[in-house]
């Protein structure tokens, strides 16, 4: 069976869902303090110490020294999925959001909105002092910066923290990927436990770590968003498990919305 608009989703869990995701928006006050941010660090020409930290950022010039831009540039998410990370978070309302990759903060300042707290870890500490600069400007009181290496950080949130919501934006590799899913799994999994993972199409490896979370045994639901997947443990879905979402034709905004067989 395939749908080809959002009205074609028969399960009232996921039609609610992505209803949300289309025709959801952000309050145009963020919007326009946002797109201000966003103006500031792409013309930024202030530098910062350079850090490689795994793949994702080898887009980045191999210097010591990196601008502010050219972080912007390459690493910043765009509009569209902050939109979606911001649209996410107001639908699950999370009472604690986990991100794996702060970079210059603009994602977690939009998890932020509708979580009551962030924890996001970045390994650059001269990166993630400009996030909190952004925190701080905005007046967001709800973001704890993590300065360390993902597997490091995880072993001392992990056992103190449960977060409900965990957006991984970092180290886009095959082995990280799948050592971060399995250790969510082994210690924060409930049913309310919601999965967003960046990039699932950006290498090989990244698409082989996306389809292998999504046939594991415990995973109830996933949505690909193309730019993020979404994965989710609910018990209320029964089939079909796999939906993916496809931008088509002429008009931006005019989505395909398909379940997928496997
Ligand atoms: C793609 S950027 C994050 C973008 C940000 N979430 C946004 O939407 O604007 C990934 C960030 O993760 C950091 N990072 C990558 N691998 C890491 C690791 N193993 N430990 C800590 N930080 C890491 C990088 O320094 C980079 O700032």
């Known amino acids: ?4 608009t959002v009205y074609n989703v028969h399960s009232p869990f996921v039609f609610k869902l992505v209803r949300h ?22 013309t930024s020409d ?4 350079n850090q490689d930290l795994g793949a994702g950022s080898n887009a980045l010039p191999a210097s010591s020294f990196i601008k502010i831009k050219d972080i912007a540039s390459t690493a910043m998410s765009g509009k569209y999925k902050l939109r979606l990370l911001y649209l996410l978070s107001e639908y699950f309302s999370p009472d604690l959001t986990l991100e794996l990759g ?18 996001t870890i970045e390994g650059n500490p001269a ?16 973001i704890q910066c993590i300065r ?15 977060p409900d919501l965990v957006y991984i934006d970092g180290n886009h590799t095959y082995e990280a990927t799948i050592r971060y899913f399995k250790l969510f ?37 996933t949505i690909d968003l193309y730019h993020l997947g979404i994965v989710l443990f609910t018990p209320e879905i029964i089939a079909p498990r796999h939906y993916k979402l496809v931008p088509y034709g002429m008009k931006p905004w005019h989505l395909g919305f398909r379940p997928v067989s496997n």
């Open 1 to 4: 069976m395939e749908a080809t």
């Open 21 to 42: 995701l289309f025709t959801g928006g952000i309050p145009k006050y963020l919007t326009e303090m946002y797109d201000v941010q966003r103006k500031a660090y792409l």
């Open 46 to 49: 202030f530098e910062i110490p």
């Open 102 to 119: 702060t970079s210059l903060g603009m994602s977690a300042a939009h998890l932020a909105c509708h979580s009551k707290q962030v924890i």
């Open 127 to 142: 990166i993630a002092d400009q996030a909190a600069l952004l925190f701080l400007r905005l007046e967001i009181g709800n």
């Open 148 to 162: 360390d290496n993902f597997d490091a950080a995880l072993q001392y949130v992990l056992p103190r923290y449960r």
């Open 185 to 221: 799994l082994d210690q924060c999994l409930t049913e309310k436990l919601v999965l967003i993972f960046d990039d699932i199409y950006w290498s090989e490896g990244m698409y082989k770590a996306w389809d292998e979370i999504k046939n594991h045994e415990k995973v109830t639901l």
